[in-house]
């Protein structure tokens, strides 16, 4: 069977799949934002052909809703999604975190320190895109450790499916002037890179778990205030 190539340019396909998802995970769209493919195609410079594949790629990932006659929104997580996906997290998450730790080098183990100063630096002056994009590069300075690609790329797949409500928590956060739950993101960053640097692999690990159960409840509080009646 001889595969048909298609006419489609893939660097524009590639260039709006990437700016789409950095949007999503940024939390410039938010969870339940409609995506209007031809106004997303004037906005990057493309016509609507790549767009419109690119929008097909994150339906498949979960990141993105297509609802016929409305069109693409931004996926709105349930509480049950949310026990869902981070069930599913436990249990690849936690195997990846246990493969890549045997692997942690020096460079590695910085890289974690590094992001986690990026992050303190963010929060303290409440920029929401930094503290995300620096909370997901300490976590995935283990991560990326991971020699099973398979099982990196669902975990990565979960990440993303959590990150727009991960962004809007903390905006809203931010908004509140509640610095606590981020102070305590911090301190918790800061055993898990500690642990590495003394080598103790087990505590590392055993403090990424409980991290990931505080995480969870901190989504549940979020989607309470979105199911509470305005």
């Not at 509640?178 to 918790?188: M, S, V």
Request: charged residues 25%.
């Amino acid at each position: 069977m001889a595969l048909k190539r298609t006419s489609l340019p893939r660097t524009a396909e590639a260039a709006a799949l990437a700016e789409l998802r950095d949007a999503i995970v940024r939390g410039d769209l938010p969870p339940g934002a409609p995506i209007r493919q031809s106004a997303a195609a004037e906005e990057l410079g493309l016509s609507v052909i790549p767009v419109r594949e690119a929008l097909k790629t994150l339906a498949g990932e979960g990141i993105v809703t297509y609802v016929p006659q409305r069109g693409y929104t931004v996926t709105e997580l349930s509480p049950q999604s949310v026990d869902g996906i981070f069930r599913i997290r436990e249990l690849l998450e936690s195997e990846a975190e246990a493969n890549a730790a045997v692997r942690m080098r020096t460079e590695d183990i910085a890289a974690m320190r590094t992001a986690l100063e990026a992050q303190r630096a963010a929060v303290a002056a409440a920029d929401v895109r930094g503290t995300i994009s620096s909370n997901r590069n300490f976590h995935f300075a283990l991560l990326d450790r991971c020699d099973n690609d398979w099982m990196l790329r669902f975990v990565t797949q979960l990440w993303e499916a959590l990150e727009p409500h991960r962004a809007l928590a903390y905006r809203r956060a931010a908004a509140a002037g509640d610095a606590d739950r981020a102070e305590a993101i911090l301190g918790e960053h800061e055993g898990i890179v500690a642990a590495f640097e003394q080598d103790d692999f087990p505590l590392a690990l055993r403090l990424l778990a409980e991290h990931r159960t505080d995480g969870r409840s901190d989504f549940h509080r979020l989607l309470v205030v979105d199911a509470s009646p305005a």
